[in-house]
């Protein structure tokens, strides 16, 4: 028998950690949670998640993505599958190269104060963050898909089934 695939949840919101725990646990998940960035970096490294989501407001506007940074980056992380939950309106991409088309966007909105822009193509899966971090600087921060809030269970055993091998 396959052992259940271990899936980490990061929210500061215990109502929304709760629903999304039931529903994957229904599925047989073996659920983590985590209220925080640093909360959620000792649990992944003593509990080795298959995969991990993150809220993308917490103590700071941009704990979540700073985490989902972590996650990306370091070496111990780079076979965990990062699924972003937010509220925020992503955009569906025609370009496959998501980072692209969120580049292209700002430039011809003339930037338009926009701080953040989820991009994702739903034909190739390729997904990011386009945001500027507290230098204004404008950072690419490449994610393997979004959850919406509120939270649909089918769609969210969809997305997991996506990127989950």
């Given amino acids: 028998m396959e052992k259940p695939k271990k899936i980490l949840i990061v929210d500061d919101d215990i109502d929304v950690i709760n629903v999304v725990q039931t529903i994957l646990e229904n599925e047989g998940y073996l659920v983590i949670t985590a209220g925080g960035k640093n909360e ?3 649990k992944a490294k003593l509990e080795k998640p298959d995969l991990a989501i993150c809220d993308v407001m917490m103590s700071t506007q941009f704990e979540g993505f700073e985490l989902a940074k972590e996650f990306t980056t370091r070496d111990e992380f780079k076979n965990m599958p990062v699924l972003i939950q937010t509220s ?11 980072m692209r088309f969120a580049r292209n ?53 969809e997305t997991i089934n996506k990127v989950l091998p």
């Fill in 40 to 42: 959620a970096l000792e």
């Fill in 88 to 98: 925020i309106n992503v955009f569906s991409s025609p370009d496959e190269d998501a």
């Fill in 105 to 157: 966007y700002r430039s011809e909105m003339n930037d338009h104060d926009l701080d953040v822009l989820l991009v994702e193509n739903l034909e190739t899966g390729k997904a990011g963050i386009d945001y500027k971090n507290e230098k204004g600087e404008i950072v690419w921060l490449p994610v393997d898909g979004f959850i919406r809030k509120p939270v649909n269970a089918q769609k969210l055993i």
